[in-house]
């Protein structure tokens, strides 16, 4: 009975260090999903374009770290779709969102808060788990950041506020800590080795999209 009792404590150690799930990178278009998706993995897994709906597809990006494993999902651009094409867009990115472990709501900073932010974060707003990216940061100066912050928490007050750059990686170190902090306790979901779904093909055609 001593050892079933050891056994079951060091169980409970190992899948107490352990967590692992999704987080949905989820926002309007041109935020800056895709770049930050590119920067915490360390390769490019998504085309980044300043052109909409760049991202048209649900692309998953696998980061392994002592004791968890982070799946990011980066989506298309969440917006008030007027074809079928932008319509099955928006459906992806809203599936992605209610599978998701963590929501990570992500704004440009430069942009200033919009209407089509409020409207994503209306829905962002009903999950528990959610974390707020401010990014392209490094596009304002200190002055400026303060109230975009500001700006941005009080779309939703609750969630955690990050600011970030996903070109330059300032800030992302944090992001990372917090958003593995609310995953669930359990083991990795995918092999160690592995960086993401998508084929070769398909990795080889996000960089020639990149390009054109």
């Not at 799930?21 to 390769?43: C, D, E, M, Y």
């Not at 989506?75 to 998701?100: C, E, W, Y």
Request: with cysteine; charged share 20%.
């Amino acid at each position: 009975a001593r050892a079933e009792r050891s056994i079951a404590t060091l169980s409970d150690s190992v899948t107490q260090e352990q967590r692992a799930g999704f987080i949905a990178l989820v926002g309007r278009p041109n935020v800056g999903k895709s770049t930050l998706l590119n920067q915490v993995v360390g390769t490019t897994l998504a085309a980044v374009a300043n052109k909409p709906q760049t991202t048209r597809n649900r692309i998953v990006g696998i980061l392994n770290r002592p004791g968890a494993q982070l799946v990011f999902v980066d989506t298309p651009g969440i917006f008030q779709p007027k074809t079928p094409m932008n319509s099955r867009l928006v459906t992806t990115a809203m599936q992605a969102l209610g599978d998701a472990d963590v929501v990570v709501l992500v704004l440009d900073a430069s942009a200033g808060v919009t209407g089509a932010d409020r409207h994503v974060a209306a829905d962002v707003a009903k999950r528990p788990h959610t974390v707020i990216a401010l990014t392209k940061t490094d596009l304002l100066s200190k002055s400026a950041l303060i109230p975009a912050c500001e700006a941005a928490q009080a779309l939703v007050p609750k969630a955690e506020l990050v600011p970030v750059s996903g070109k330059t990686g300032d800030n992302v170190e944090r992001l990372l800590e917090i958003v593995t902090a609310k995953l669930p306790i359990g083991p990795a979901l995918y092999p160690p080795d592995q960086i993401t779904e998508q084929s070769e093909r398909f990795l080889a055609a996000e960089i020639v999209r990149e390009k054109v």
